[in-house]
């Protein structure tokens, strides 16, 4: 059971390039998140899904898109990155958008544009 | 918007000790609190949550605590064992956007002796 995996585990980008952050679950849940995880700023979230189709802004969507074609994957990208897109990206899901439901993370994508 | 402070931000404790994390969350239309735990490297795993209709929760050594009137819940370790070293978030999440959003406190790193 793999759960929700994440590619790639780490990238060093140029800065202005593009990149995809690649996020799938086999739990056949309707809810998908992007995370990015900066110290001392906890996990703020970037994007999310409620279920495939749909997609919404979080707190810090700034310079990121995503697409939710299918219940299984949810990529990231970043259309020209930028030093300041430095940081750990967790992808998570959940059973549903409901209240309560646990959101399950993925092992995260360390990002470093130089 | 909900915003999440967490205190303190680093904690050390003796093994057998007990350690104390407490956050405070601004919108009170908040309805569910959960903690993450996460070990060096490692993903966010929930560890206990508690819903708002519910003052305390227990769960063998840990348990949280809920004041909706202050605003505020906290996290109890007792008996701490090296094992419990990591950082833990507290989340919030509010009743708005159709979605299980949910926002983050910055994080305790939590260190216990031996």
């Known amino acids: 059971i793999a759960g929700i995996t994440q590619a790639p585990t780490s990238q060093i980008l140029a800065a202005g390039r593009r990149m995809t952050l690649r996020c799938t679950q086999d739990?056949?849940?309707?809810?998908m998140y992007w995370y990015r995880q900066d110290l001392g700023l906890g996990l703020r979230l970037i994007h999310y899904?409620?279920?495939?189709?749909?997609?919404g802004k979080g707190e810090v969507p700034d310079g990121y898109s995503v697409s939710r074609a299918n219940t299984d994957d949810f990529p990231l990208t970043l259309a020209s990155a930028v030093p300041s897109q430095t940081s750990v990206y967790f992808c998570?899901?959940?059973?549903?958008?409901?209240?309560?439901?646990?959101?399950?993370f993925g092992p995260g994508t360390r990002l470093t544009v130089l | 918007g909900e915003n999440v402070e967490q205190h303190p931000s680093t904690l050390s404790v003796q093994e057998g000790d007990s350690a104390v994390i407490k956050c405070t969350y601004s919108d009170s239309a908040s309805n569910y609190f959960p903690w993450y735990k996460q070990e060096l490297g490692k993903r966010p795993q929930l560890i206990i949550d508690i819903r708002s209709n519910v003052g305390e929760k227990k769960d063998q050594r840990i348990a949280v605590t809920l004041n909706k009137t202050a605003k505020h819940f906290s996290l109890h370790i007792t008996e701490t064992q090296p094992e419990d070293s990591a950082v833990y978030f507290c989340?919030?999440?509010?009743?708005?956007?159709?979605?299980?959003?949910?926002?983050f406190g910055a994080g305790t790193r939590l260190a216990v002796h031996p």
């Open positions: 739990m056949r849940h309707n809810a």
């Open positions: 998570a899901s959940s059973e549903s958008t409901s209240s309560y439901n646990e959101q399950f």
């Open positions: 899904s409620n279920t495939a189709g749909t997609t």
């Open positions: 989340a919030a999440s509010p009743l708005s956007g159709g979605y299980n959003k949910l926002i």
